[in-house]
């Protein structure tokens, strides 16, 4: 049985790999609050596997962009994630979009551009990493919360098997760790 370190769904398939350094380097990047290492081998599923490549796409395309941003400042009317032109009808400008971007791409320097605005196809991926994002962390707080007590590296395979609803508060930290 593989349990995914992200969002904690298990199963006996073959959709999981091991968390290699290359995408422990891509998760750090997007959710740097995870703490990769309080699991023993950790594994990540195929959809986690596939939304973090994508979401990570992104995030570098967003960057790349804003770089671009920079040199044409005062261009108005282009979507602060991808530069794209907006046609008015189209602009994204959620009251929250500041607060959004600072969660999702807290390396983006949003100071240089007063009333940012998105396309709505950059919104729905902003979107999607925000819930995503939290989700993990959701995941990184119950995982921290056993890993206080034992201070060893949590075993997920015992941890999450036979657990009704993924409760994890309701469980005794010192049953799953690591006895290395």
Do not use: W
Request: charged share 25%; glycine share 2%.
């Amino acid at each position: 049985m593989e349990v995914c370190r992200l969002c904690l769904l298990f199963s006996e398939s073959n959709s999981y790999s091991k968390l290699t350094d290359p995408y422990k380097c891509i998760v750090n990047s997007l959710i740097p609050e995870v703490n990769l290492d309080i699991t023993i081998n950790p594994s990540i599923c195929h959809q986690c596997s596939h939304l973090v490549n994508k979401l990570h796409e992104f995030k570098l395309a967003c960057f790349e962009c804003q770089q671009q941003r920079k040199k044409q400042l005062s261009k108005p009317g282009c979507c602060q994630t991808c530069l794209k032109s907006i046609e008015k009808q189209f602009i994204e400008d959620p009251p929250d979009l500041k607060s959004i971007l600072k969660f999702c791409l807290p390396e983006m320097d949003l100071h240089f551009i007063p009333d940012p605005i998105v396309c709505r196809k950059c919104l729905v991926r902003l979107q999607r990493l925000q819930q995503l994002k939290a989700s993990y962390l959701t995941v990184e707080e119950k995982l921290n919360s056993f890993v206080v007590d034992a201070k060893r590296p949590v075993d997920l395979r015992k941890l999450v098997h036979g657990i009704p609803d993924g409760k994890l508060e309701l469980l005794d930290a010192n049953t799953y760790v690591d006895e290395r």
